[in-house]
């Protein structure tokens, strides 16, 4: 069975504090995906890698980083956590050819920043 | 380079039929089709390639202008179980991987 592993569901961090949220699959997909979920915003594209080490920016890059030391794992950063960056983060994957094979999605983490 | 959906939200009774559209700025090389249950993870529905096609599988069909960079699926004499926001998510012909979701729609489907 396919899977998308988030390491935490919830998170609570105080301003100003680096936070990391990881993300591993264990499918040997190139392709991995960070997003933000907002109500009425749908899902924004964070940061996109294609290869180890390989990143684009998506959408709503700043204030955030990315790293992708290993194939199966993918890390998104706050530098400097704040209010605004409360959500919902969803990481997906998909095989290279993500133009015509679906994503997978992990279970999601609530970050709340006080 | 987010598309756009709509209707936001719609509410639906049983049986009913519902069509949710979403288009893009780009030109565009697929589409991608998720449901989104209160609490899961979004999970796949179907993809649609440029070329026009049509896809479908039991009550949930869509279809992709290519031309007009839009898509529509399509939910046919619907059951409670559709219930949950939908989302399309489109991949450009610029060669590049990355895919960008749109905005939801929510689908309230009552007894």
């Known amino acids: 069975d396919v899977k998308v592993t988030q390491s935490s569901r919830y998170l609570v961090k105080r301003t100003g504090e680096k936070v990391f949220l990881e993300c591993v699959q264990d499918m040997d997909h190139e392709n991995m995906f960070w997003y933000r979920q907002d109500p009425g915003l749908g899902l924004r594209l964070i940061y996109f890698s294609y290869d180890v080490k390989m990143k684009e920016k998506g959408d709503i890059p700043e204030g955030y980083s990315v790293s992708r030391e290993k194939k199966e794992r993918f890390s998104l950063i706050l530098e400097s956590a704040s209010t605004n960056q409360t959500s919902m983060y969803l990481c997906?994957?998909?095989?290279?050819?993500?133009?015509?094979?679906?994503?997978?999605f992990g279970q999601g983490t609530r970050l709340t920043v006080v | 380079q987010q598309p756009v959906q709509s209707p936001q939200a719609v509410i639906l009774r049983e049986g009913e039929d519902a069509v949710i559209n979403c288009s893009s700025s780009?030109?565009?090389?697929?589409v991608h089709w998720y449901r989104q249950k209160h609490g899961e993870a979004p999970v796949f529905l179907m993809i649609?390639?440029?070329?026009?096609e049509q896809k479908g599988h039991e009550k949930i069909s869509a279809s992709f202008n290519e031309k007009k960079q839009q898509s529509s699926l399509y939910l046919t004499a619907s059951q409670l179980s559709y219930s949950g926001t939908y989302f399309c998510?489109?991949?450009?012909?610029?060669?590049?991987?990355?895919?960008?979701f749109g905005t939801g729609t929510r689908l309230t489907v009552i007894p």
């Open positions: 649609l390639l440029k070329g026009g």
């Open positions: 780009k030109a565009l090389y697929s």
């Open positions: 997906a994957s998909s095989l290279w050819g993500a133009r015509n094979t679906e994503a997978f």
């Open positions: 998510g489109t991949i450009d012909q610029t060669g590049a991987n990355n895919l960008f």
